[in-house]
């Protein structure tokens, strides 16, 4: 894995994408959680093809500007580029464009796990009996 892997996709806004669908805002524009799921998305598929058989990757931390409103119906473009490689941390730059506009970017981080091992820490630290509350939020 080194500095400058990049990926790019596209998306067309749905409305389930927009803010008053998830209550994240009450205007139907895409909302700020799914501008951020199309980045890691595109980081995801950027690291992809790095990694050893049975590692993924998880976001461990989000730094985003939201800089402007996008209706249904739009395709957007999301693109990663891998910034910083520190040990397992993968650190990227991240934007989402529509056309010529920015409506967003930022930096986001992910790092590497072996994903049984992840898993297993998981149940660990979660057990299915006695363990934390498993109510709404
Ligand atoms: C990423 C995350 C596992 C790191 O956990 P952590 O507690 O900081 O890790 P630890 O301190 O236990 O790590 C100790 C070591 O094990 C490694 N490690 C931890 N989990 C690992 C895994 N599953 N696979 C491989 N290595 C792992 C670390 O790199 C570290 O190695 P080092 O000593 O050489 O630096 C944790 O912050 C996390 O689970 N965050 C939430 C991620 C998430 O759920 N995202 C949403 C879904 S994508």
Redesign the pocket.
């Known amino acids: 894995m080194t500095p400058g892997v990049k990926a790019t996709l596209r998306h067309t806004v749905a409305p389930a994408d927009c803010a008053d669908a998830i209550g994240s805002g009450g205007v139907r524009v895409l909302s700020t959680p799914h501008l951020i799921a199309l980045m890691e998305r595109a980081a995801m598929a950027a690291a992809a093809p790095h990694l050893l058989p049975g590692e993924t990757t998880?976001?461990?931390r989000v730094e985003v500007e939201h800089l402007e409103a996008c209706p249904p119906g739009v395709e957007v473009v999301a693109e990663a580029k891998l910034r910083e490689v520190d040990?397992?941390r993968l650190r990227f730059d991240v934007a989402v464009t529509a056309g010529e506009r920015v409506l967003g970017r930022g930096r986001h981080e992910r790092?590497v796990?072996?994903r049984e091992?992840?898993l297993t820490?998981l149940k660990e630290k979660w057990p299915a009996d006695g363990g934390p509350p498993t109510g709404r939020l």
Do not use: Y
Request: proline share 0%.
């Open positions: 998880v976001g461990t040990g397992r790092f796990v072996e091992r992840f820490r």
